[in-house]
């Protein structure tokens, strides 16, 4: 699919309404041929340090968690509503029994700064670098934060990525660019 660069913030309230509404595609890569995808629906974007961020959280049980420790980048990708299926199968199967680029018949298209692809039929593609990550400190959850939550233990790891490169589909569906 051809992609037009665009400023990061300017689908940030559909890209939030996705997150929202089905979840986002996380991409990582080993940087060595071997790809994976997960689903998140935890983010944050904002300015820190003077760059914009895109702010994931990963549980150390992820596969993708152990692929983002390695190679230090991720891409983040919005998909349509048409790809809640995919999104479902990538956040409910671990990349490390499958290919899930391969099972769910979706191109990994080389990043243009990162290491990690990009999902080419997603619609928004953000680029990340990481350049900061921290742990969820048990202690210091507010108390009407649920347990449930983390019951299992499993604390996410923040990895704050400077978004390096944004992009959009120059086809971008008119029920998504009306979505808010
Ligand atoms: C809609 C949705 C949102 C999710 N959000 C997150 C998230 O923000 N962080 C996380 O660690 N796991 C999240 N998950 C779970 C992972 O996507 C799931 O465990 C996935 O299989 C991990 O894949 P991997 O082992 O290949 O990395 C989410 C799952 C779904 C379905």
């Known amino acids: ?10 689908y940030l309230s559909q890209t939030f309404h996705n997150m929202r509404q089905t979840g986002l595609l ?12 997960m689903a998140i629906g935890w983010g944050v974007v ?4 003077r760059k914009p961020v895109f702010m994931v959280l990963v549980r150390p ?29 990538c956040g409910s199967i671990s990349g490390r029994r499958c290919d899930k680029f391969k099972e769910q018949k979706l191109t990994a298209i080389e990043g243009k700064k990162v290491k990690s692809p990009i999902v080419d039929e997603c619609l928004i593609h953000y680029e990340c670098r990481v350049i900061h990550k921290n742990d969820v400190v048990p202690s210091e959850l507010a108390p009407d934060i649920p347990p449930m939550f983390y019951s299992g233990g499993n604390y996410h ?17 008119p029920s998504f660019i009306s979505e808010r």
């Open 1 to 10: 699919m051809d992609k037009r660069d665009i400023v990061y913030t300017r």
């Open 26 to 37: 996380l991409a990582s890569t080993d940087g060595k041929g071997k790809n994976n995808i």
């Open 46 to 49: 904002g300015i820190i340090w």
């Open 61 to 89: 049980s992820r596969f993708t968690y152990q692929l983002i420790e390695t190679t230090k980048d991720f891409t983040v990708n919005v998909p349509s509503q048409e790809l809640e299926e995919v999104v479902s199968f």
């Open 157 to 173: 790891r923040l990895f704050f990525g400077q978004i390096l490169s944004a992009y959009a589909s120059v086809k971008l569906p």
